[in-house]
């Protein structure tokens, strides 16, 4: 990959990276915060456990992502961004262009997500 595209998806890699600390510190706050709501108020315990299970969850994909994202950006630094993990062709420039991190061409990931790979 040129240096200018690496330089583009970096930019855009760095910016996700940003919103996703963001988005796991705050759902680490509002963790806390449902923790001590329900020691407050036993009576509503089951929709906290739920509200909670659903930020610790939506934290979980937040955390998987970004550290998705990190390992794209020591790709970017090595200079093995945009070669798929599998089959080490280059992965298309719409699939990087949908998804800067990821780590397969559309192919293998395909077939990954047939169980295949
Ligand atoms: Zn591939």
Redesign the pocket.
Known sequence: MDKKKAEYHRKRLLAKQEELLRLVSKSEQDGRHVDEEITQDIADNAANSYTKEFLFHQSDDNRRILQLVNEALDRIKSGEFGV?A??Q?EVQQKRLEAVPWAR??I??QEKQEQGLL
Do not use: P, T
């Open positions: 798929c599998a089959c062709e397969h061409c192919e293998c």
